[in-house]
Structures are given as structure tokens and as C-alpha cells.
């Protein structure tokens, strides 16, 4: 494709061309055909027209993962906007902080939604687009036809944007082009071996890379209908989907492999899984005792592979018929990538070092945060991703994270966000959050010196964990509170929380 073309355009046209009445996406019992799916996008482009949306404009979607989903995404896209999918599990201060921070122009979210609260504040903002499952209330009034050209977005604007949380806890836009969405295909799609005659389904949501990678570009580029799963993934959720659509890759995280690992009975009703012919696990690493118990128990080989929202694809991964669990595998097609000590100098083979990767589709860097994309994406194109990494015959082994931040199934998680919310318990003087290991995962553990008046005991920390699910999503819960005299510091005051983690 050029890229002074338009994708969604590109894609649409090639899938309507080719199979019109095949499934483009399947939800529940719904199901969106790919000329469907066209006219719909295209509505919805017209839809941000009539709302004065432009080419450039910020497009914010905060909805479930349904058949709505993709056809706004599009609708913006074919306007040369640029859509940010966003997390449907945030706060509303989550939600106004993104809407001002990007300058967003346009919401489509829910009714009643935090995000629609959140809305009602934030300045400069055009229109509030309310959906349901199909789409935007209105949407069938707008034209199937596009009524300007396919367009781009101006010259340095964003063609899309991801919000990543950062360390600090504020969440960052990742900025990336149009033409970052076909990029998967030709690497990643390619050691999966892609087809149209595949069904794709993704428990990772539209909103993250990992989701929107699996749930968009993959099944569009191919021609291979997906399967869209609007509500919270438990197991057993997952299993009846699985079941009812039968899907040949499933896309999924550490965590919930985990869940659907346990609650597998083969031959039960609902357990039917016999249409998969491959599985694939990211957004943290996959233990090696879950990599091989899974392959054992269900018979669907399982490979791991590391990513990131910067890259917006996958970048390590392992292939089929050639996994080796503990490990993230090899380089994708089309990526290099460095092992480096904290000089910057490259690392002997086995040693530990920071990774970097580059390749093609890496993000140009943060939305107005020129220092924190100065830190991140280095001279010559090298994207600093923060794993720390050894290298063994071309094999890359995770060895944890450079920073503090937790990596929770898919979700990056700030300590100091989980910090505040507990200190909002009346018993918790002061607290700090750290790293736990629960059966090879990583969960938070929330460290905690009581305020006077107040005992230590499982009562206690029972009732703290309760409050916190009452504040956070539930990837930022802690799973278990340990009760410290003090925190261990260092003499200017900062937690040590690698001494929390050795705990």
C-alpha cells in the first residue's frame, strides 16, 4: 500500500470486493458482514462530519468490545482522524484527564458511562456520541457513502493514538500513523500463519495493542472473521464463546490462561475447544510450568511472544511446532533488537540487559511529552521497552521489568495509583505496593503500616483488600496485605521496593 493511502479505506474496499456477505465479526449472536461493516464505517465517518470532526481531530472510544466498536474505529480513521480506543474499566478522573490531555473532540461511549460524566467537564470537546451494540444512536441517518474523499490526517498528527499508564501513574498517549495497523501482517500475522480461513478471537480488548493488533489488523489484512467478546472474560465466558464460534486462535494473557486452565473439563459441556489450532499469550510473560500444562492438558500448543503499545505488534516470539516454553521466542521478521548494560553497551550472550527493539510501525513518540519520548525512543529508531532480557542462541529469556511498574495480565499497573487508593482506608498510615509472585504470575502486594489505634491481623487485612476492590479495576488490586512497622526507604525518603519484593 502507499502510504498516502488511506487504510480503512484500503482495507474496506478489499474485503467488500472479495467476500461481501462473509462474517466480518461475530458477537454473541450477531454477526457483521464485511459490506455491512463499509457502510457502517462510512456512516460513522459522516456522523463526525456533521459534528465538525476534521482530519487530525482526536476521537476518543470508551465501549465494550462490540460490533460498535470496529465500526467506529473506522468511521474515524476513513475520516482521517484519529481514533484512541481507551479502556472502558476507568475512573472518571481517568477519563477527564485523557479527554483534556489529547484535546479530544468526539467521545463514543455508553450512556451513564464515567467517561460520558467525565465529559461534561472537560472543555473543547464537540460531541458525545452515545452507543449501543450496533453502533451510535442516529448512525443509520447518515449516508453508507462517504461524502469527502477518503482523507489523512495533516502532516505530523497522530493517525491513531493508544493511552499507555506511566510510571507516575498518568497515563500517556502513544502516538502512532495509520499505516502502523498493516505492519502486524506482514511479521507476526506471518509466523502464525494467518488465513482467511481462520476465525480470530482475542480476550485482550479493542482498546490495548495486543487486542486491537488481533481483533483489527490481523482479521481485516487476512480476510478472517473475528469473534468480539463484550463483556468481563472468566473461564467459563470464555469456554462458552470458544464453543459457540469456533475460533481457530485464541489471543489471551498469563492470567486468564491460568483461569481457563483450572476450570477445564475436558468433554464437559460448554469445554469444546477442539477448533482451535493455536494459542498465543502476551501482555506479561507466560510461566513455563503454565506453558506446558496447558499444551498437556488441552492439546493446543501455546506460544509466547512480547510486544508493546509503542511498537504496536509483536516483536519476540516463539513458532508453531517450535515452542520452547520459559522463553519469548525469537525475532520477528522485520525487527533487530539490542541486550544492553546501563552504559548503553551491548551485553554478552546470557547476560542480563535492557532490550531494545527496532523495526518498522514503531511509534514516533508520546503525545506531548517530549522528554519522556526522548527517553524512550533513542537515535537510530531504537525503542527502549524496559524488559530486561538475556539472549541464548537467538532465544530471548524475560528476566523482569527495569522499573517499578507491575505488568498485571495485560495491564500496566502504577504502584503510587494503588498507593493512593489505599490511604484512603482509615487504618492505613502509609503504604507502598510491590511485586508479589502467586504460582508464577505477577500480582500486587500492598505493604502497609497501620495508623495508630489500628492492629494487625487477617480481619484487618481482609477488610483493606475489600476497600480497595471497592476503588480500583480489579488487575490493580492487591491480592494480599502485609502489615510493616515501616517501610524500608532509602535516606531521601523513596520506598526501596526491591526490599519489598525480597519479602
Known amino acids: 500500500m502507499s502510504e498516502h493511502a488511506n487504510v480503512a479505506a484500503m482495507l474496506l474496499a478489499r474485503n467488500r470486493e472479495r467476500h461481501p456477505e462473509k462474517a466480518a465479526y461475530f458477537c454473541d449472536d450477531d454477526t457483521l458482514t464485511y459490506q455491512a461493516l463499509a457502510a457502517d464505517a462510512a456512516r460513522f465517518a459522516n456522523l463526525l462530519r456533521a459534528h465538525g470532526v476534521q482530519p487530525g481531530d482526536r476521537v476518543v472510544l470508551v465501549l465494550p468490545d462490540s460490533l460498535a ?29 485523557i479527554l483534556a490531555d489529547c484535546g479530544a473532540k468526539a467521545l463514543a461511549t455508553w450512556e451513564g458511562s464515567p467517561a460520558a460524566e467525565a465529559a461534561k467537564d472537560v472543555d473543547g470537546l464537540d460531541a458525545v456520541l452515545l452507543c449501543g451494540p450496533h453502533g451510535p444512536w442516529g448512525l443509520s441517518g447518515h449516508s453508507s457513502e462517504l461524502q469527502l474523499p477518503a482523507m489523512l490526517p495533516p502532516t505530523g498528527a497522530p493517525g491513531l493514538m493508544l493511552y499507555s499508564s506511566g510510571s507516575t501513574g498518568r497515563p500517556k498517549g502513544v502516538m502512532h500513523r495509520q499505516e502502523d495497523l498493516l505492519i502486524p501482517a506482514g511479521g507476526w500475522g506471518g509466523v502464525l500463519g494467518v488465513s482467511a480461513d481462520d476465525i480470530i478471537f482475542s480476550a485482550s480488548k479493542f482498546s490495548f495493542a495486543y487486542g486491537l493488533i488481533s481483533s483489527f489488523s490481523l482479521p481485516l489484512f487476512f480476510g478472517a472473521p473475528a469473534v468480539l467478546f463484550p463483556g468481563k472474560p472468566g473461564p467459563y465466558e470464555l469456554f462458552a464463546a470458544i464453543a459457540r464460534h469456533r475460533p481457530t486462535l485464541f489471543f489471551c494473557v498469563p492470567t486468564l490462561y491460568n483461569m481457563l486452565l483450572r476450570a477445564y473439563e475436558p468433554g464437559a459441556a460448554g469445554m469444546d475447544i477442539s477448533s482451535l489450532r493455536l494459542c498465543f ?28 503499545t509503542e511498537a504496536l505488534n509483536v516483536f519476540i516470539a516463539n513458532r508453531p511446532g517450535e515452542a520452547r516454553c520459559g522463553t519469548s ?48 525512543i533513542l537515535p537510530e529508531g531504537w525503542l527502549v521497552t524496559g524488559d530486561i532480557y538475556a539472549r541464548e542462541n537467538g532465544v530471548y529469556i524475560h528476566r523482569g521489568r527495569s522499573d517499578d511498574m507491575l505488568k498485571v495480565g495485560a495491564h500496566w499497573v502504577s504502584p503510587v495509583q494503588v498507593e493512593e487508593a489505599l490511604r484512603r482506608h482509615p487504618a492505613v498510615l502509609d503504604c507502598a505496593v510491590a511485586a508479589l509472585a502467586v504460582e508464577g504470575l505477577v500480582r500486587p502486594c500492598a505493604h502497609v503500616v497501620l495508623a495508630p489505634g489500628f492492629e494487625a491481623g487477617q480481619k484487618l487485612g481482609a477488610d483493606i483488600l475489600r476497600f480497595a476492590r471497592g476503588q480500583l479495576p480489579p488487575h490493580m488490586c492487591p491480592v494480599r496485605v ?19 519484593r525480597q519479602m
Open 281 to 308: 499469550s502476551a501482555g506479561e510473560a507466560l510461566p513455563e510450568v503454565l506453558c506446558r500444562e496447558w499444551t498437556r492438558t488441552t492439546g493446543v500448543e501455546i506460544l509466547d511472544g512480547i510486544g508493546s
Open 329 to 376: 521466542g525469537v525475532l520477528v521478521p522485520g525487527y533487530e533488537a539490542r541486550l544492553v548494560d546501563s552504559a548503553g553497551a551491548d551485553v554478552a550472550d546470557g547476560a542480563p540487559g535492557d532490550l531494545l527493539v527496532r523495526g518498522a510501525g514503531v511509534s514516533s513518540g508520546y503525545w506531548n511529552r517530549p522528554k519522556k519520548t526522548q527517553e524512550t
Open 69 to 97: 466498536y470496529p465500526k467506529a474505529f473506522l468511521g474515524a480513521l476513513l475520516l482521517g482522524a484519529a481514533p484512541a480506543p481507551v479502556s472502558a474499566d476507568l475512573s472518571r478522573e481517568d477519563y477527564a484527564f
Open 482 to 500: 502485609q502489615f510493616l512497622a515501616e517501610l524500608p526507604k532509602t535516606p531521601t525518603g523513596k520506598v526501596q521496593r526491591f526490599r519489598l
